[in-house]
């Protein structure tokens, strides 16, 4: 809809980028609020509930502060299906005001000859060094033309100067045969030998996704990736994940393609709770006992042509036998890793090294391990050969004498054996060892980390660089707590709940014994719990949706239940297809779907209207406190001096961050209705003087627990029963009978 066309009061300016006939109250006051903090270049931390339109309210402002001040709005997540919504949002802005927006992919998934990044850089360096002689050459053969031309009617100097120019041509002809020697990507080469304005009209006359793209360019016998990567400067909007911007380095490169300074950047962040786990995960280092060998390999071949690969074998072979001495010796009863070799699976389990008052196990397992005349000056060794020998390989596939790019395995040994030791006692810093078994040969290999506990680490230059950054989410509060942890300078804060009716949702907390892991496994405590859920989906008008704390609980209380309902039920697992098992679910009108809070079906996915009419948590679900989330605790302790701030911040706020998210995955409209259930004792009002310390009904924002109703375990069916006759959700059948 123009702006023209709205109603004469909804004068803003930035609703000419809000594409629905009017906004909530609550978004409009959020738009007014995140419009004066950008003009004030101050960060935001919105928290909305799920379903109130957080992502236009974010968006139509910062569109239109970077109209008027010619900025660039970059908005990020990490949740493929919130990528596919960002797309939906930006082609209705664009319906209504035209902007230049690109949603932007990684190379790797936009390559037409599926090579590597590497191989790609060098193709890529090849190819246009080609065309650029290709068009020198083409320059000059048009001076010599003109030159010949005037040298015909007389001109002597003109004559000389063609000579001049005939010479450079033939040296350029002998340039041209030795760089189509070389290796090219045919692809990127049309790029730059045709004219592409149709492809930049096609771009931006509506919002198109890399898959787009890429099928453009399929067709066209174009590269779409660096297609893409051209035609970015300036635009109004851009959307990547997460990746484009906690890496420092590919940040730099992003900002580049849009030509852009990071001070002429709008960041909004999607699901902005993420971000902690996210920059860690962007942070952490490590280097796999595999490498190691590669890299002894390649130096063996270097020995009797270069001093330097003694030295490097040397430091790198200490290490690569610490590694291993360390990670045999934490596998079994004795250790802290899996309990044995045949316990070791096909993903990585983590044998800490870490001590509290010493260095930890590895580096000083590599001290005893190394002899030799200095482990700085073999490392210095080994990091100069590297770079030789990478140089060497980029020249030798650059030329055609390879055809692929090698990677130099003693560069990336010996950069990260230097940051082990350099960096592994440092604040935030936790060193680990991993153990996994290769599929293929059935053999356990090792790999060393260093694990970044302190999101700040990352994040706060990015926050202190760009203009200024909207970071939003359901579950944002306690507001302090995430500015503290990203390193935000007094943000703008703003919450906004639930501003859909109240009467159509209920919230219990069921006051069934408290599923600590001391008595999960007791049949009474399971009866109780599988009761409860039972009558919740027996008495619910549709379908419901169980998160437990792990897949394992998932699958134990779907077994339960199961003989008890009379829907079909379903139980998601980990390493299959959530997205079919949604698809089948919402297709049924009365099924229950059994799932992990950890999982992928938490957050980020919608289950809208008859989806999923009642919610359920089971228990508190703790994430498994293992020695890397201790040492996260043990960061947060130490960076941010408050107490239990390991707790409080590492953990408690995170789980009842992922509780909050599961229960919003029902209730999404105005019209919307449904049940949400808390199930445990340490979430009821009364756990307050009950259990103390151990309730978390006080970790919830205030408003959230003015709604949350305690209520007996066998008084839970008549609520439900109530509650959706009310809304009169029965069909013609009515209402099951209690």
Request: proline share 4%; net charge negative; glycine share 6%.
């Amino acid at each position: 809809m123009a702006a023209s066309d709205r109603d004469a009061d909804t004068d803003a300016e930035y609703l000419r980028f809000f594409p629905k006939p009017s906004p909530y109250e609550n978004q409009r006051e959020a738009m007014d609020r995140i419009r004066d903090a950008l003009d004030n270049e101050r960060d935001v931390l919105f928290e909305g509930a799920c379903g109130t339109g957080k992502t236009l309210a974010s968006l139509a402002p910062a569109l239109d502060h970077a109209r008027e001040e010619d900025k660039t709005v970059v908005i990020t997540t990490n949740v493929h299906q919130q990528m596919r919504q960002f797309v939906r949002d930006a082609r209705e802005i664009h319906a209504g005001e035209p902007i230049r927006a690109v949603v932007f992919r990684g190379k790797g998934s936009m390559c037409h000859i599926d090579v590597d990044y590497q191989e790609c850089q060098v193709l890529r360096d090849n190819t246009y060094e080609l065309a650029e002689t290709e068009r020198d050459k083409r320059q000059l053969e048009r001076q010599q033309e003109e030159l010949l031309d005037a040298a015909r009617e007389g001109d002597d100097d003109a004559a000389e100067a063609r000579s001049a120019i005939v010479d450079e041509l033939e040296a350029l002809d002998e340039e041209l045969d030795d760089l189509r020697e070389q290796n090219v990507c045919e692809r990127y080469y049309e790029n730059l030998t045709t004219e592409n304005d149709e492809f930049v009209s096609w771009l931006y006359d509506d919002v198109r996704t890399p898959d787009d793209v890429y099928d453009y360019a399929e067709e066209n016998g174009l590269c779409g990736y660096e297609l893409l990567k051209d035609a970015m400067e300036g635009v109004d909007l851009a959307v990547c994940n997460y990746h484009h911007l906690l890496d420092p380095g590919i940040r730099a490169q992003f900002f580049r393609w849009l030509d852009r300074d990071p001070e002429d950047v709008v960041v909004v962040f999607d699901e902005a709770h993420n971000v902690e786990d996210a920059a860690r995960d962007h942070a952490s280092r490590a280097l796999t006992e595999q490498t190691l060998e590669e890299a002894l390999n390649e130096l063996a071949g270097e020995t009797e042509t270069d001093a330097r690969a003694e030295y490097a074998e040397n430091v790198l072979g200490a290490f690569r036998d610490a590694l291993v001495e360390t990670y045999e010796g934490g596998i079994g009863p004795h250790g802290d890793g899996p309990r044995s070799f045949d316990a070791v699976g096909e993903n990585w389990a983590d044998v800490p090294v870490a001590n509290d008052e010493k260095r930890d196990d590895l580096t000083l397992a590599f001290l005893g391990a190394y002899e030799g005349r200095g482990i700085g000056k073999d490392l210095d060794a080994a990091i100069s050969l590297g770079e030789d020998l990478d140089e060497a390989y980029e020249d030798a596939y650059r030329n055609g004498e390879a055809t692929t790019r090698e990677e130099c395995q003693t560069l990336q040994a010996a950069t990260f054996v230097d940051a082990y030791l350099t960096d592994g006692d440092a604040l935030g810093q936790y060193p680990t060892a991993a153990v996994r078994r290769d599929a293929g040969t059935n053999e356990v290999y090792g790999r060393a980390e260093l694990y970044t506990c302190i999101p700040r680490d990352v994040t706060a230059d990015l926050f202190d660089a760009v203009h200024a950054s909207v970071l939003m989410s359901a579950t944002l509060r306690p507001f302090d707590v995430t500015g503290e942890i990203l390193g935000l300078e007094d943000p703008v804060t703003m919450a906004y709940g639930l501003e859909f009716p109240e009467e159509r949702r209920r919230t219990f907390a069921l006051d069934t014994e408290p599923l600590f892991s001391s008595n999960r496994d007791d049949p009474e405590v399971q009866d109780e719990v599988a009761g409860v859920l039972a009558d919740a989906a027996a008495f619910t008008a549709g379908s419901s949706l169980f998160f437990f704390p792990s897949y394992g609980e998932a699958e134990r209380y779907h077994g339960l239940v199961e003989r008890e309902v009379e829907g079909t039920c379903y139980l998601d697992r980990a390493g299959e297809s959530a997205e079919e098992l949604r698809e089948r679910f919402v297709a049924d009108d009365s099924g229950v779907l059994f799932t992990s809070l950890w999982g992928t079906l938490a957050e980020g996915v919608s289950f809208d209207g008859d989806d999923a009419r009642t919610v359920a948590v089971v228990g508190v679900p703790y994430p498994r406190l293992d020695a890397r989330a201790e040492a996260v605790q043990d960061a947060y302790d130490e960076a941010f001096a408050k107490p239990d701030a390991g707790w409080r911040y590492g953990v408690e706020i995170p789980t009842i961050r992922k509780t909050r998210q599961a229960l919003g995955r029902v209730i999404r409209s105005p019209d919307d209705y449904g049940v949400r259930m808390l199930v445990d004792r340490r979430y009821t009002a009364a756990s307050r003087t009950r259990m103390r310390k151990y309730s978390v009904n006080d970790a919830f924002p205030a408003e959230e627990r003015a709604e949350m109703v305690d209520i007996d375990p066998e008084k839970l069916k008549f609520a439900v029963l109530n509650f959706y006759g009310d809304m009169e959700a029965w069909g013609p059948e009515g209402p099951p009978a209690p």
